[in-house]
């Protein structure tokens, strides 16, 4: 299940080529990503990839990419939430999707205002394909789990009548 929502209003998908970096800890991963997503037929192309916060300030610099496609924490640990302030400030047209095999809500919801996107690794590839084109485009894209067929409205006001009823 899956929460998309236009900033711009429904336009047509462009053919403009979309320059990608990737910074995941797994270099495997980065591969398979270059491999089946990141193409040209896709319109998209890489320009560069991380694995930590120093290589992802210093390919963003060089290549000025569309999008940047990057896990919650990367190698030596380093938290994405404690640079994407950081990243929007350096970088204010970049769109960020926030790319991780480790899908909680919990660190979803702390993205949903400052990441462009926020979804999981186990994506089959025509559907990044199409998220990076809904974000590059202004769009936003937050999946949620399957629960019990609720809407993600449904579930994120569980969450937070959840949260509610433990701090009371």
């Given at each position: 299940m899956f929460?998309?929502?236009?900033?711009?209003g429904g336009s047509a998908m462009s053919k403009k080529l979309i320059r990608v970096v990737i910074a995941h800890r797994f270099a495997g991963l980065r591969e398979l990503v270059k491999e089946l997503v990141l193409i040209e037929?896709?319109?998209?192309?890489?320009?560069?990839?991380?694995?930590d916060f120093f290589d992802v300030f210093k390919v963003l610099e060089t290549t000025l990419p569309d999008v940047l496609l990057i896990e919650v924490k990367l190698r030596y640990d380093e938290s994405t939430m404690?640079?994407?302030?950081?990243?929007?400030e350096k970088f204010p047209d970049l769109k960020i999707i926030i790319f991780t095999y480790n899908f909680r809500v919990d660190l979803m919801l702390e993205f949903i205002d400052k990441a462009d996107a926020y979804i999981s690794t186990s994506v089959e590839?025509?559907?990044?394909?199409?998220?990076?084109r809904i974000v590059e485009e202004g769009g936003t894209y937050f999946t949620f789990p399957e629960r019990y067929g609720q809407s993600p409205d449904e579930y994120i006001m569980d969450l937070f009548l959840s949260s509610l009823r433990y701090k009371l």
């Open positions: 929460y998309h929502a236009s900033k711009k037929d896709a319109g998209l192309k890489s320009v560069g990839e991380a694995d404690d640079n994407i302030d950081l990243i929007r590839a025509d559907e990044l394909i199409r998220v990076i």
